[in-house]
């Protein structure tokens, strides 16, 4: 298939420069500056962060002043494409579905082989969840019942089934560390307050932990009990191994 467009993997994932796609949907040049803003800063259809990003572009003696230019999702570019309706939207849509189909039979045949690369791949997605979640609760101040939102989207989570630091250091065979060498790295990374066991709220509201009182008081206080979640014991192995991996290639 002859390169139409070139498809680039970003943060965003697979992505094209819209710049390239509008002149090459031949869109006039000269209103470019005028068209990006109106298109894509300011629309309200699609967020910066997740669906595009803002390209850095070297400024040089040739061209001392390059044009602004962005980096936008498959998904996004499809949409501009067709929004467009030149003699070549058609063209252009059509070639970038037929490269992410080429893409996801590609992905197909590249099953992890072992477990530790699986539960890398289930934390590069988990990643990217948790970049596009953190725009949008960005974006959404202004819903007041957004923490309950969350909550109840991690409910199955939590309900399947919670356990302890301690046990799940012991059960699984990817961490070398012992339970409190473990509590330490976790407050190292961020992930625990500082000096405490209490987790940072963002990955409570994430559905990694549980932070719980206990039904009784002992010595007039309330015992917190902190638990690890099914989908925080794939995002937690999954940032240690990442961890590991960093501190090798340093």
């Not at 400024?59 to 499809?78: G, H, L, V």
């Not at 197909?108 to 990643?127: G, H």
């Not at 990374?189 to 963002?202: A, F, S, T, V, W």
Request: charged share 30%.
């Amino acid at each position: 298939m002859k390169e139409l467009i070139r498809i680039e993997s970003r943060e965003i994932g697979s992505s094209v420069s819209a710049r390239e796609l509008y002149i090459g949907l031949g869109l006039n040049a000269v209103n470019w500056s005028r068209w990006s803003k109106e298109n894509i800063d300011k629309n309200t259809f699609f967020s910066n962060g997740v669906d595009f990003i803002e390209l850095f572009i070297m400024k040089s003696r040739e061209n001392p002043n390059p044009p602004k230019d962005y980096a936008i999702s498959i998904e996004f570019a499809k949409h501009i494409a067709m929004q467009a309706r030149t003699d070549k939207s058609h063209l252009y849509r059509q070639y970038m579905i037929d490269c992410e189909n080429k893409c996801k039979a590609t992905q197909q045949l590249q099953v992890p082989q072992t477990f530790s690369e699986a539960l890398k791949l289930a934390y590069e997605q988990s990643v990217v969840i948790e970049r596009q979640q953190k725009v949008i609760e960005e974006k959404d101040h202004s819903i007041a019942n957004k923490d309950q939102l969350i909550v109840a989207s991690n409910e199955a989570s939590i309900k399947a089934g919670e356990i302890l630091v301690r046990e799940f250091v012991k059960s699984n065979d990817l961490i070398d560390l012992g339970e409190k060498q473990f509590y330490e790295w976790m407050r190292e990374q961020g992930i625990l307050l500082k000096n405490g066991r209490e987790p940072d709220q963002k990955y409570v509201k994430r559905g990694y932990f549980t932070y719980k009182p206990s039904e009784e008081m002992y010595g007039g206080k309330f015992r917190h009990t902190l638990r690890i979640t099914p989908r925080g014991k794939v995002w937690l192995a999954g940032k240690y191994l990442a961890y590991l991996d960093s501190e090798v290639t340093a």
